[in-house]
T-cell receptor
Framework: EAQVTQNPRYLITVTGKKLTVTCSQNMNHEYMSWYRQDPGLGLRQIYYSMNVEVTDKGDVPEGYKVSRKEKRNFPLILESPSPNQTSLYFC????????????FGSGTRLTVV | AQSVTQLDSHVSVSEGTPVLLRCNYSSSYSPSLFWYVQHPNKGLQLLLKYTSAATLVKGINGFEAEFKKSETSFHLTKPSAHMSDAAEYFCVVSVAGTYKYIFGTGTRLKVLA
């Protein structure tokens, strides 16, 4: 089954404790992206990657890091999480064509206390 | 610059009555437009997409949308609402010449029995 897999689904952590949210896709998609979803703000792009070793900032990159060492994986790293990073996070992938829609993961609900 | 506006944050309809979710876009070029649905505690699923072919686009679960260039609109409709349609719906425009998508802030659809 074609899918984007995120882990974990739920995570509660404390301020300052480094964490990684994993994302993996099995569709051989070139383009992968991380979004955060907050009430009333829709989805905002954090980082994206157009292919292996090619990453760039989205609209809200502060406090996040990513890497793309393999085509299928695109982890999101929070080096020192803060409460304002409490949010619902989605990983998504698609082929490198504007006309193709995203396939989304099921989301990771992160709470930073 | 490209943008997308969902005109209603909440819409309530009775089961069996028509659904209309409104979306206006702003784009300097001929855009690609999408509608996504998000059921509670789920990721986003692609409903339908417009990519400069037919202006009336049919999607999954009986939804359709009409691209109206003169009105810069891409409203989502369904003739008869079902309880399972209760979800949040996002209108999305792709930014011409880039791989960037811009999400609307979402419309939460409530279906009353």
């Amino acid at each position: 089954e074609a899918q984007v897999t995120q882990n974990p689904r739920y995570l509660i952590t404390v301020t300052g404790k480094k964490l990684t949210v994993t994302c993996s896709q099995n569709m051989n998609h070139e383009y992968m992206s991380w979004y955060r979803q907050d009430p009333g703000l829709g989805l905002r792009q954090i980082y994206y990657s157009m292919n292996v070793e090619v990453t760039d900032k989205g609209d809200v990159p502060e406090g996040y890091k990513v890497s793309r060492k393999e085509k299928r994986n695109f982890p999101l790293i929070l080096e020192s999480p803060s409460p304002n990073q409490t949010s619902l996070y989605f990983c998504a992938s698609r082929s490198n064509s504007e006309n193709y829609g995203y396939t989304f993961g099921s989301g990771t609900r992160l709470t930073v206390v | 610059a490209q943008s997308v506006t969902q005109l209603d944050s909440h819409v309530s309809v009775s089961e069996g009555t028509p659904v209309l979710l409104r979306c206006n876009y702003s784009s300097s070029y001929s855009p690609s437009l999408f509608w996504y649905v998000q059921h509670p505690n789920k990721g986003l699923q692609l409903l339908l997409k417009y990519t400069s072919a037919a202006t009336l686009v049919k999607g999954i679960n009986g939804f359709e949308a009409e691209f109206k260039k003169s009105e810069t609109s891409f409203h989502l409709t369904k003739p008869s609402a079902h309880m399972s349609d209760a979800a949040e719906y996002f209108c999305v425009v792709s930014v011409a010449g880039t791989y960037k998508y811009i999400f609307g802030t979402g419309t939460r659809l409530k279906v009353l029995a």
